[in-house]
């Protein structure tokens, strides 16, 4: 007997997923390597178990601490390709330049991006 897991679950795993994958190329001791798996596999079993309000308000931990780091990168895009669609350029100074210089794409990769999102321009 199969169960659906909730999208809670699987979003939890697929978060789990991605900190293992940043993980795993840094292992390079096979003692370590067996460590990690076990953890790995140990949180993967924890996931499974706790009920889906206690994962929501751990994930919502971690989305507060990573929204203040993508918000200035989406800011950066955002007038990337405002700047493409012909909008003024925004100024090289202060806080708007850093977080415009966050996001490194050439003009061909924000047209790229543009066709990506289906915005004609």
């Not at 203040?68 to 806080?95: H, W, Y």
Request: aromatic share 8%; charged share 30%; net charge neutral.
């Amino acid at each position: 007997m199969t169960t659906e897991l909730s999208d809670t679950k699987k979003f939890s795993l697929e978060v789990l997923n991605e900190f293992d994958e940043l993980a795993q190329p840094e292992i390079n001791n096979i003692v370590m390597k067996k460590l990690w798996d076990y953890v790995k596999n140990y949180a993967h079993k924890i996931v499974l178990r706790k009920p889906d309000k206690e994962l929501e308000s751990k994930l919502y931990k971690i989305y507060q601490k990573l929204h203040p780091k993508f918000q200035d990168i989406d800011l950066g895009v955002q007038m990337k390709v405002g700047e493409a669609l012909g909008s003024p350029q925004v100024p090289n100074v202060g806080e708007l330049a850093k977080k415009k210089h966050l996001v490194k794409m050439t003009d061909a990769e924000t047209i790229q991006l543009l066709k990506d999102l289906e915005i004609n321009f």
